[in-house]
């Protein structure tokens, strides 16, 4: 079978880089590493055709485990702390030559893949794994060369991904078995001791959101985008499970990208070939886009069939809350090809607010919108990371701080210089919970969320009044098509009045707090940005 599937890359190319004597399968089609994977017994086919897999002991991202090599090229650029904790280069050489050993007898899939859809800033990767669905999903989320452009590809990166090796603490400095480590100045990534197919993506994007910012000026961000019919583009930050990916498959709009992109002085452009969406409680009459993308080629991640079926039971979360489907971006039938757009109209920034505080839509002032994606405020979603199983509040900088090795500073100085040079209006939108906090409360309605984005992008919103949030400032409007009134003033929609003024202090109480970190460098203008809490 070697000798029929290789593809691409001679062996002996190959095995320059990782000297293996088993069998090396280079660039494969989709259909064959569905077939190799279910020959390997690493998943099962759904009822629609996609590939059901587990991800093992890790079923989200082990942030304790990320490291970035200390080196000459980092050690003054890099925000090191618990977020980019340092690692050795000795001990990443040693842990290298232990994975190449390991590998020496392995078969190996190799992808070689772009990543930044706009071809003057991309990076060529090469990716190495040991397991035929991980492959797949490198096909998936990262964009495909063209047959031709393979035959003198070289890397500019690499990623070396073996669930089944792990390392040994005491020896090789990592916290635990399971690791991923990036090196900037060689230019490699090694990922072992976990099937979590999230780390090779959240990997490159960490170093992105390294090289564009830093030696490019191009502001990385985690975030999705979509283009209407007038080629005006959109921005949703947000991190997961607030609702990216769902809310910018719009029907009605094309979809640039679900998660990862560079704003240039001209365009805004995905670093992805794919989607990479949560599926939990998914159903085809909510989201249809993702409902029917999940076909022939897709993933779906540490999910279960509906007994005595092969049919996806997405309500089931015996494995994790964070069940997961990976697919091209092609099943989207409204893609934008190439994943380019222009300059943004509006960027709207999304928030999962356990606090039941947050208006569900607002217009925020260019002060408040700089304080706002500086503080990064959300609920961490459960199953999205190791241990968080219910929402939890946090502040993630820029919307992705877990992601970010430079200091949040550099990111929220680009925001800022974009703002002032393009007319953008910042939204702030609430997709957490109303009529109470986070166990008395609901869940706002996706269909109000879309509605009312819809009306911010049409721009039936400039014509409606405004009330300034007491707490907050930012404007607040007081009717929307398709959206109650009340919903849209979240104090209306608790049964106590008071209690919702106390969780207001508290929450605007948490933002000053969280902000103090980064009051040294914020200008007056930014500090205008910040929330008034009220007496109790």
């Not at 607030?242 to 240039?264: C, Y």
């Not at 009717?479 to 849209?488: G, H, M, R, T, Y």
Request: charged share 25%; hydrophobic share 35%; with cysteine.
């Amino acid at each position: 079978m070697q000798d029929t599937v290789l593809e691409n890359h001679s062996k002996s190319k190959v095995l320059m880089e990782i000297n293996t004597s088993g069998n090396v399968y280079s660039n494969l089609p989709p259909a064959t590493l569905v077939e190799m994977a279910l020959a390997r017994q690493e998943g099962f086919l759904t009822s629609t055709g996609a590939l059901m897999a587990d991800t093992g002991e890790f079923t989200g991202r082990s942030p304790k485990d990320r490291f970035i090599v200390l080196d000459e090229k980092t050690k003054d650029s890099v925000w090191w702390g618990d977020i980019n904790i340092p690692f050795e280069p000795a001990k990443f050489d040693l842990l290298e030559q232990k994975m190449r050993y390991f590998l020496s007898e392995k078969d190996l899939f190799v992808r070689d893949a772009y990543v930044g859809a706009d071809p003057q800033h991309r990076l060529n990767l090469r990716v190495f794994n040991t397991m035929a669905w991980h492959n797949l999903f490198c096909h998936n989320m990262f964009l495909r060369p063209e047959k031709e452009e393979l035959e003198h590809f070289e890397p500019d990166f690499t990623i070396i991904c073996a669930p089944d090796f792990e390392a040994n603490p005491a020896i090789d400095g990592t916290k635990s078995p399971n690791f991923a480590i990036l090196n900037l100045t060689k230019r490699m990534i090694l990922i072992g001791g976990t099937g979590y197919a999230g780390e090779m993506k959240k990997g490159i994007f960490s170093v992105l959101n390294f090289i564009l910012p830093h030696e490019k000026g191009i502001l990385s961000m985690h975030c999705s985008a979509n283009i209407g019919e007038k080629e005006d583009t959109a921005i949703f930050f947000g991190l997961s499970g607030t609702g990216k990916t769902t809310l910018s498959a719009d029907p009605n709009r094309k979809l640039i990208g679900d998660d990862e992109h560079g704003w240039t002085d001209t365009t805004v452009f995905n670093f992805e070939g794919g989607c990479y969406a949560k599926v939990v409680d998914l159903s085809r009459e909510k989201e249809p886009e993702i409902w029917d993308a999940i076909k022939f080629g897709a993933i779906v991640e540490n999910t279960r069939f509906k007994p005595g079926t092969r049919e996806v039971d997405y309500r089931n979360i015996e494995v994790t809350q964070n069940t997961r489907t990976a697919y091209p971006i092609y099943h989207i039938p409204n893609a934008q090809t190439p994943s380019i757009g222009g300059i943004p109209k509006n960027i709207f920034f999304l928030t999962a607010d356990a606090f039941g505080v947050i208006p569900p839509i607002s217009r925020l002032s260019k002060s408040q919108a700089m304080y706002h994606f500086i503080s990064g405020y959300t609920a961490k979603v459960a199953g999205t990371e190791m241990g968080v199983t219910e929402p939890k509040l946090t502040f993630s900088a820029c919307f992705g701080a877990a992601f970010l090795p430079l200091h949040p500073t550099e990111y929220a100085s680009l925001f800022g210089e974009k703002m002032e040079r393009h007319e953008v209006n910042v939204w702030l939108i609430n997709t957490g919970w109303t009529g109470g906090p986070y166990g008395v409360g609901s869940r706002m309605k996706l269909a109000y969320t879309r509605a009312m984005i819809t009306a911010a992008l049409e721009g039936s919103l400039d014509q409606v009044e405004y009330k300034k949030h007491p707490t907050f400032g930012f404007e607040v409007p007081q009717e929307c098509l398709n959206v109650p009134k009340e919903v849209l003033n979240p104090k209306n929609t608790w049964a106590d009045p008071q209690a919702y003024d106390r969780q207001a202090k508290k929450l605007a109480e948490a933002f000053i707090e969280n902000f103090k970190q980064f009051e040294s460098f914020a200008s007056q203008e930014i500090k205008k940005g910040a929330p008034t809490p009220l007496d109790s």
